[in-house]
Every structure is written in structure tokens, then in C-alpha cells.
């Protein structure tokens, strides 16, 4: 079952995919500005599902979920989906 952390992960990634594909969707392209907010949104979606396997992982080995961390997103870039 989900727990009420796992909901908000999950809330926080869908919103950051709106605002992504908000972003992709300008007819006029993106500027700078939005390029940049675009690298931002791209890392804390790394970080976010790096921290949603990490909480699933812990609680199928019997651990306490709440023990994972958000990580860097240097270190959670370019992770395979």
C-alpha cells in the first residue's frame, strides 16, 4: 500500500511533469529562462524517483522507508528509468 509520503512524491512528480510539457509546449520554443527551469525540473525528477526506489527498496527488504534520502542530483543523474 502507499503511504502518505510515497503520495506526495508522487503529487510532486506529476507536477513537475505538468510543468514540463507546459513548458514543451510553447508554440514559440523556449527562451533561456525556461531552458534553465527546464534543467531544474530534469533534476528534481531524478531526485524524486531516485528517492521513490529508495523508499520502495527499504520497504520490501523490511526497512524503514522514511531512512532514504534525497540525494544529489549529480549523483542520481542519468540513472536508467
Known amino acids: 500500500m502507499t503511504d ?3 503520495k506526495d ?6 507536477g513537475l511533469i505538468d510543468e ?4 514543451r509546449s ?9 531552458r534553465a527551469r527546464m534543467r531544474q525540473i530534469e533534476q528534481a ?4 524517483w531516485d ?3 529508495q523508499r520502495r527498496a527499504r520497504s520490501e527488504a523490511g526497512r ?4 532514504a534520502e534525497i ?7 542519468n540513472y536508467p528509468q
Request: net charge negative.
Open 51 to 53: 528517492l521513490l526506489r
Open 64 to 67: 524503514d522507508p522514511d531512512e
Open 26 to 34: 510553447t508554440p514559440e520554443g523556449v527562451d533561456e529562462r525556461e
Open 45 to 48: 525528477l531524478d531526485q524524486c
Open 71 to 77: 540525494r544529489p542530483a549529480s549523483e542520481v543523474r
Open 20 to 23: 514540463e510539457h507546459a513548458l
Open 9 to 14: 512524491i508522487l503529487a510532486t512528480i506529476r
Open 4 to 6: 502518505e509520503a510515497e
